[in-house]
């Protein structure tokens, strides 16, 4: 590793930090149709950062909606190409009473930078921008080819990137993926995701009589759209937390052993999480742990429900219509085609007579999984190891990033997930942060890692 | 039976249609705080009529709401006792729009005579006091001993009455109740409604985690509100409609077989009532009919359901609550109290791990029946035959009128329902109507009934 390239990281804190903060001012909340100017702004300076640095061939690309940003540097022969991705548009800031400080005007208090988008996504993409200058400021070249891809529209499901990804996979072609948009284990514990769930969302809906009917007039005689909803909700999972869609589970990979002895290892407290929830306890599938159900295993629920009299006191009819949604989270091997299919069949099945039951899809997206043992994930563990002077924690994640699972597919290359984000950063929510020490030591990791990727470039086309 | 009375009765059509108007004209709607002074206006209007046909001991008692409307007369030594109860506040009109004519202005159309309330149930009670009136200007006396009983909060659920009954069970103490507040089997066939349901309407809430958790993160491992109330609600009936709280047919006694056979001979159309409903089709409760299930049977429904995400689209969330509106009716011999219990232990028995399920009850209310062989129901029916030229039919409601079991248990007497209503007379709708020949028969029936309880005395008191 050059030593060079480490001093200038050491020197240009300030200077990094001042342009990360100019990024974070602009409100670009995709969301909100009156920022459209600001996030547009924020995707020009952007640019204006990937030439500074000194990335070539940097440009907009149109989507239809808010443009990706693009910029390569390509003269690394015979090294690995990495991607990377991130994204320059911010939640909602919204309920702006509960922020201490203004939440587009990046306040620094001990050793976080308070700020909308400082963690998600603004500061952990920037690392690796800051990692490029630093290359590319002193050695004058990278020690890999990259290409950079930053998205405008993560923030409201952003399809414009995923048919932008798989019409120009040749465009894109790399030999890896690198996110940074990702949390730590805890905050003593760095960690890389190789594991996201996939999504089906569906839409249930019932419909009885064609108007709600007296309970007294006509009970016993005309099937009611929630009891019969309910027949079908309460058999889609049992209290052992098991999916009863049968064929559900075929495709489902078991743990192998040394992964659960892994997440058995890792000091998960099921009290502290259970606290954080709310929760009175943790549960969790058959006989696995609370983390293997949630990380390891398809999970599924009812985000919502409904039907007949909601407000206050008795109304007693049986209604016309009832409906319900429902999530399920799939892990890597399901096909989300496949589980939809077998969850429309299932429903229609468990339908009774009296009632019309109908299913929408809302939504799919497929599982992602990295093998830990793949070199460019090992190859970053250790980078950000040493830069972070921390023991890297390998996990899933229950949740779903549909564009790594994207990636993966269109590119057919591995895709590191790479978090700097903490537990308690409140992306998202009021108050959000990005602690200091991981923006910096995560600017080495980055540089690091791309040396690595370097340095045995016969192993990585495995 | 005097022909002076019959001949008044004939002679009087427009007057006791006019007297009627005057109070259908007064907008008594118990709901709407704005018309309190019309409610009592027509509680007023109520005692005039009551003192101008002659009744004694006319007053307006205070229940705390609305006052009952109360009137007597007792000479008729050694005849029974006939109470007769009616309601004088009405549904409010609303939506105003779909009304053809004034809601609050008496039209005839034809046969009809539309107006909020005219059936129910101003038009029904007023037939009683025209008949009372066609006794006292003719003969000067009544073939049996009356007590008047008007109530003001029927449409709101009054609890005044209730309470009043239960406290002055000696002064209004009866050899029979009548009440005029029900409707034909169908346009020709008049009923007397022998058995009516009770009620229990519960509330169940389920709580989980304290705030709406990601599905992503939180699934598999925090129990599902909305999930544990579908199983809950699931085990509540059968897909046979069969009822699964352990002991709850416990009291039930099954139909007569000579009571199905009645019920069977009658033309119950179950096309035309699906139609009504707009339901594909009718069910039932295992092998019974559905004219058996609804009527003789008591049923289940889950009245409301609600929890987590309602709104467009998706939105991937394990709620922190989820609640149902449950009313369960009863049939004769079963106790509200008793499966009140049932109930709340049968919910709470399905309770998993992990959430906290709270069943809270609304209103209970008793079943009533009365034997079809009775001596008030028989010449009952026999009087209203003769009257309106039709062949009575007997049947069961699935709906409740509390105060039908109130009376009934309070004052040990039989409560004879006899309705004059039709099917379409869309009471609590807009267009409301009352059949013309159905209210002046009705008062030539009433007139032939309280003679007829008069002429063998002696069999009343079995």
Chains 1, 2 share one sequence.
């Not at 670009?28 to 300076?45: G, R």
């Not at 894109?172 to 769930?197: H, N």
């Not at 980078?383 to 949740?399: D, I, N, P």
Request: proline share 6%; glycine share 8%; with cysteine.
């Amino acid at each position: 590793m050059s030593q060079q390239v480490l001093d200038y990281i050491a020197k240009n804190k300030n200077h990094f930090l001042e342009s990360l903060k100019q990024v974070i001012r602009l409100e670009s909340i995709s969301a909100q149709p009156a920022k459209k100017d600001q996030v547009l702004k924020c995707a020009d300076l952007e640019t204006k950062i990937l030439k500074e640095i000194g990335l070539e061939h940097v440009q907009l690309i149109s989507t239809g909606g808010y443009p990706l940003v693009y910029g390569d540097w390509l003269h690394a022969p015979g090294k690995p190409t990495i991607l990377i991705y991130g994204h320059y548009d911010v939640q909602p800031p919204e309920p702006l009473d509960l922020w201490k400080t203004p939440p587009f005007e990046p306040t620094i208090v001990g050793d976080n930078l308070y700020a909308r988008g400082s963690s998600d996504n603004k500061g952990q993409h920037f690392s690796h921008l800051c990692a490029m200058e630093a290359y590319l400021k002193t050695v004058g070249k990278l020690p890999v080819n990259i290409k950079v891809v930053l998205e405008g529209e993560e923030e409201v499901g952003g399809g414009g990137i995923d048919k932008y990804v798989r019409e120009h996979g040749k465009f894109l072609a790399c030999d890896a993926v690198m996110i940074s948009d990702t949390d730590w284990f805890d905050s003593e514990r760095p960690a890389i995701s190789y594991s996201l769930k996939g999504l089906c969302y569906f839409e249930i809906g019932v419909t009885g009589p064609s108007h709600d009917l007296h309970s007294g007039l006509y009970g016993g005689m005309v099937r009611n759209p929630l009891q019969s909803l309910s027949w079908i909700l309460s058999k889609l999972k049992n209290e052992k937390e098991e999916i009863l869609i049968p064929g559900f589970y075929d495709d489902v990979k078991p743990i192998a052993p040394d992964e659960r002895k892994d997440i058995a290892a890792l000091p998960f407290d099921a009290n502290k999480v259970a606290e954080g929830a709310g929760a009175s306890r943790l549960i969790s599938e058959g006989t696995f742990s609370s983390v293997e159900t949630n990380w390891c295993r398809p999970t599924l629920d009812i985000c919502g429900m409904w039907g007949g009299y909601e407000g206050v006191g008795s109304k007693t009819i049986i209604p016309s219509k009832a409906g319900a949604k429902v999530s399920i989270r799939l892990v890597a091997n399901q096909d989300p085609k496949k589980i939809e299919k077998l969850f429309v069949n299932y429903v229609k099945s468990l339908s009774v007579d009296g009632v019309k039951v109908e299913v929408h899809t809302h939504s799919s997206g497929i599982p992602f999984h990295v093998e830990r043992e793949n070199f460019f994930v090992q190859k970053t563990a250790k980078a950000y190891e040493t830069a972070l002077g921390k023991k890297m924690v390998f996990k899933r994640l229950g949740a779903s990033i549909p564009i790594a699972a994207v990636f993966q597919s269109v590119l057919k290359v591995p895709v590191v997930l790479i978090g700097l984000g903490l537990p308690d950063d409140r992306v998202h929510s009021p108050n959000e942060k990005m602690s200091l020490p991981n923006f910096f030591d995560g600017i080495k990791g980055a540089a690091l890692a791309y040396e690595a990727f370097a340095e045995e470039n016969a192993k990585f086309k495995s």
